[in-house]
């Protein structure tokens, strides 16, 4: 058969494919908006009730549709593909229970400012409560995690339905992108039979395209913002949890020039500079009683999501500067250290790109006085690590030293984030962790979503309760050659040992720390990962290597440290930057 003409068949049966359906209306245009809006991903779990959106989504080859059973993993796995892509990510369910398992992961999103996209199924509404299978009641299940819900009419017949239909997924998908970016729940009841298709005409539904208003401040605002700025002798800027954004980095790096100005960034605020302040608890904590005044700002600046560091919400609550201005987009007042000011309701690059054009040259050394202190403390931390014994402190020395250039590093919650913000991060990799809701219930899961979409080696580091109370995140056919997982293994939940509560009580290992021994060979076995194991500094330093240079399907480096010295080599870790 000539070539060209079986191009042209092949092509009209995509054509067709494409067009064909549920028959239940509603589906196909929800669908048509989903994949006008940017969707490019969807993760549907197995169910009945959803059979219309999931033979549906199945057909549609616009959005590739992934199938993982487990919902709450299904759901991190999601946030991990519009964590790295900042596009909107579609979740598709069955009716009941198995909604409430994204409750996790799409609270997180809320606060990672992520848009994931929840469409569940639902019973027709005269049957909730009514001891009927899988209905619950659905609408507004997700209250307060996401930015609305809307619920979509049942049997869509006649024209105002449809009207009211478009508009409210049209609604639902710019909402998510707009202003302060973040989940949505869309509700769809559907009635029997379920399971119906039919080829619809080659035509897409109604888009409703927002024309967003300009992302800036009035001339008058940034004036006075800037004549404060010029007159305050100590600023402190502060980044928290950010994703990736070379322009803003730009201009952090020209403001941190200035001798008033200090820039303190975490490891998850993924901006960086050899002037910025990375390491912020390991500086905190050197800053005696007598020299608090010295450090204390007198115009502090934050911007991005939550903040790892305990020590510097502290620090700024009890030593308040005079001002106080949060930066970004947002619908409430985030007043994270009691002492707001001003909410500049636009985002940071707006802002600062405002602001660095109206900034004078100043002369105070603010900024030079922690720098020197930070000086002081990285020789102290470099001296301590030299001599140290095998922990898990020493495992994350070796383990950040080896982290590929160019590549995505993934940090569970708990102790993991929290060991490598006392290492200085590189400019060279990415950063990300569920830093949201700080949960450790999804890491492995969205490692594996990260990696899927990225194209960069993506290293997880987690722990063993994280990895093992997320083990379902493995439990999928879209694990890649690029996720590599880093398995700490202490025997148990060892942040509890640092907590000075659950520290002094007697129930700490059982109800707290819950010690394990498990390993993690047998699971690498079921899933059809490669699976490395080191036990000390010499093997770990051996098997790193190794361990990058595996390149045929996902691996896990399991790296075993003792359980019960971790709490004292921290506490005499910061014993020596204090003196």
């Not at 009691?338 to 690059?349: A, E, Q």
Request: charged letters at 25%; glycine letters at 6%.
């Amino acid at each position: 058969m000539n070539s060209e003409f079986t191009s042209i068949i092949e092509k009209e049966n995509i054509k067709q494919m494409e067009r064909n359906y549920s028959d239940i209306k509603g589906v196909k245009e929800l669908i048509d908006i989903c994949w006008a809006k940017g969707m490019e991903y969807v993760i549907i779990s197995p169910g009945s009730r959803n059979a219309p959106l999931s033979i549906s989504f199945a057909k549609d080859q616009r959005i590739k549709s992934l199938v993982i059973v487990d919902e709450r993993s299904a759901a991190y796995f999601a946030l991990g593909i519009t964590q790295q892509t900042r596009k909107p990510v579609g979740l598709v369910c069955t009716s009941g229970t198995a909604l409430l398992n994204y409750g996790p992961a799409v609270a997180e999103a809320y606060y990672q400012r992520l848009p994931l996209i929840v469409i569940s199924a639902d019973r027709p509404t005269e049957w909730i409560d009514q001891d009927d299978s899988q209905a619950i009641p659905q609408p507004d299940v997700f209250k307060g995690f996401v930015k609305d819900s809307y619920q979509l009419p049942l049997d869509a017949n006649n024209p105002d339905d449809c009207w009211y239909l478009n508009r409210m997924v049209n609604e639902a998908l710019s909402k998510a992108q707009s202003g302060r970016l973040g989940p949505v729940h869309i509700n769809f009841p559907l009635r029997e039979p379920l399971y119906g298709v039919k080829q619809y005409p080659d035509m897409d539904e109604r888009v409703i395209r927002k024309v967003s208003s300009v992302d800036e401040l009035s001339s008058d605002s940034i004036e006075m913002l800037a004549k404060t700025f010029n007159s305050t002798k100590k600023i402190l800027i502060l980044a928290g949890l950010l994703h990736q954004q070379p322009e803003l980095n730009q201009m952090l790096s020209q403001l941190a020039k200035q001798p008033n100005v200090l820039v303190m960034t975490e490891s998850v605020a993924n901006v960086y500079d050899g002037n910025f302040l990375p390491c912020i608890d390991r500086v905190i904590c050197s800053i005696k009683e007598d020299e608090v005044k010295d450090f204390q700002p007198d115009l502090l600046i934050n911007f991005g999501g939550p903040l790892v560091s305990k020590m510097i919400k502290t620090f700024l609550r009890d030593n308040k500067p005079k001002e106080h201005w949060f930066v970004g987009k947002e619908d409430h007042f985030i007043d994270t250290f009691k002492n707001l000011t001003s909410h500049i309701d636009v985002s940071p690059f707006a802002f600062f790109k405002q602001l660095l054009p109206l900034v004078d040259i100043a002369e105070n050394g603010y900024a030079n006085m922690w720098k020197e202190r930070n000086a002081v403390v990285e020789t102290i931390h470099n001296q301590y690590l030299d001599n140290l014994q095998w922990s898990d402190l020493k495992a994350f020395e070796k383990i950040l030293n080896a982290i590929p250039e160019g590549g995505n590093l993934q940090l569970a919650n708990s102790s993991v984030v929290r060991y490598v913000q006392l290492f200085t991060s590189s400019n060279k990799i990415v950063y990300n962790s569920n830093r949201g809701t700080s949960g450790i219930d999804g890491c492995t899961s969205t490692a594996a979503g990260a990696a899927l979409v990225n194209g960069k080696t993506t290293t997880l580091i987690t722990g063993d309760i994280s990895f093992f109370y997320d083990s379902n995140g493995l439990w999928n056919k879209y694990l890649q050659p690029n996720l590599k997982i880093i398995l700490i293994n202490n025997g148990g939940g060892g942040i509890f040992r640092f907590i000075s509560g659950p520290s002094g009580v007697e129930e700490l290992e059982e109800y707290f720390e819950t010690v394990q021994e498990y390993k993690a060979d047998k699971l690498a076995e079921t899933y059809g990962l490669d699976y490395f194991y080191a036990e000390n500094e010499t093997e770990v330093e051996a098997i790193l290597p190794e361990f990058y240079a595996a390149n045929k399907r996902a691996a896990v480096l399991e790296i075993k440290t003792p359980r019960t010295i971790n709490d004292q080599v921290l506490i005499n870790y910061f014993k020596n930057i204090k003196t």
